[in-house]
């Protein structure tokens, strides 16, 4: 194995369970992995161990890599000699003491099922923020995967987008907590299967990524997402202008006033510790709309749009393939 190839592998395995999750890697049978409880990640590599697992500190490991002279024709030697996994590579040379690993079976990726064209990372990146946060409900902390949907919905605001291709199980689907997917999302996969109780997600032939999944029945939210009422478009740009004044004005006193009426927007933020109106010109000439709405769930819906549907103690905003609904306080 050449450093750069050595490089792109550790990398790879180390992007989905943090040092504290995932400690070790372990070289096993033409595989590098790292387990991290919820999470897996394997690659395959050209390394001398068997079928007896070896495993080191994943820090110390990537310390030593990262410093390999980037020269594809140099190979890296390894070797364990009383359990000290031996590294030499031009220049470099490293000792590093063996660990115990304790690892569960390895799942392996079979009937993989194809993800080509479909925009999974974009799916999630509009919907990661509508998990929850408290585990009040545990089903809400999960992205839920069904036929062509990808949704989440925390109790307060539901995101769904709809993929190019229905690709996963149409019946009952598929839940994965929240936080597991943020790496996910961030890369893009050809091809997914599920293994029980994972789901593993191919990035190139003999790399996998694998993210624990949970069976509970999720709550149907079509009922949610229909929305109808005012139809209003929000001047462009506050989803940059808000953020600072809503940070000190809103940590007391988290709502956001919202006034639409004769052509312009009101926004009071703030109350008896401080306060901060702002208005904006706008078109709109229909009846005069008053609500209060979470000033976090405001900002993270704007990042998706500027044309809302507001009716029925909810704010919908919607595009080609997404929706987004926030429930409000409609006075």
């Known amino acids: 194995m050449n450093p750069l190839n050595f490089q792109s592998v550790l990398k790879f395995v180390t992007s989905f369970a943090s040092v504290k999750e995932g400690p070790n890697v372990t070289f096993l049978d033409g595989k590098v992995i790292v387990f991290g409880g919820e999470t897996l990640a394997y690659a395959e590599a050209n390394h001398p161990f068997g079928k007896v697992p070896v495993s080191v500190p994943r820090e ?26 031996k590294i030499e590579c031009g220049s470099v040379l490293a000792e590093i003491p063996t660990t115990n690993q304790a690892l569960v079976a390895l799942p392996s990726f079979k009937k993989g099922k194809s993800l080509t064209g479909v925009s999974l990372g974009d799916a999630l990146g509009d919907v990661l923020p509508a998990v929850s946060q408290t585990m009040l409900d545990p089903k809400l902390t999960c992205v839920h995967f069904e036929g062509g949907r990808v949704e989440a919905c925390d109790g307060f605001r539901m995101s769904r987008y709809e993929l190019e291709e229905a690709v996963f199980p149409n019946s009952g689907g598929i839940l994965v907590p929240g936080h597991l997917l943020k790496a996910i999302s961030k890369r893009v996969f050809t091809a997914y299967a599920v ?21 509970e029945k999720y709550d149907d939210l079509e009922t949610c ?11 462009a740009g506050l989803e940059k202008e808000l953020p600072k004044p809503a940070k000190v004005f809103c940590k007391d006193h988290p709502d956001i006033r919202v006034r639409v009426a004769d052509n312009s927007l009101s926004l009071y933020l703030g109350g008896s510790l401080g306060w901060m109106q702002k208005k904006f010109d706008m078109e709109y000439g229909g009846d005069p709309i008053q609500f209060s709405i979470r000033s976090e769930h405001l900002l993270s819906a704007l990042t998706l749009g500027n044309n809302l549907e507001i009716g029925g103690g909810r704010v919908k905003i919607s595009g080609e393939r997404f929706s987004h609904v926030v429930c409000i306080s409609q006075s």
């Open 60 to 85: 110390k490991l990537v310390a030593v890599v990262n410093s390999l002279p980037s020269l594809p024709e140099e190979e890296v030697d390894l070797k364990v000699e009383d359990d000290v996994m």
């Open 195 to 215: 293994a029980s109780p994972w789901l593993l997600l191919e990035e190139s032939e003999g790399r996998i990524a694998g993210v624990r999944t949970y069976s």
């Open 225 to 235: 997402s229909d929305v109808s009422g005012n139809s209003v478009e929000f001047p």
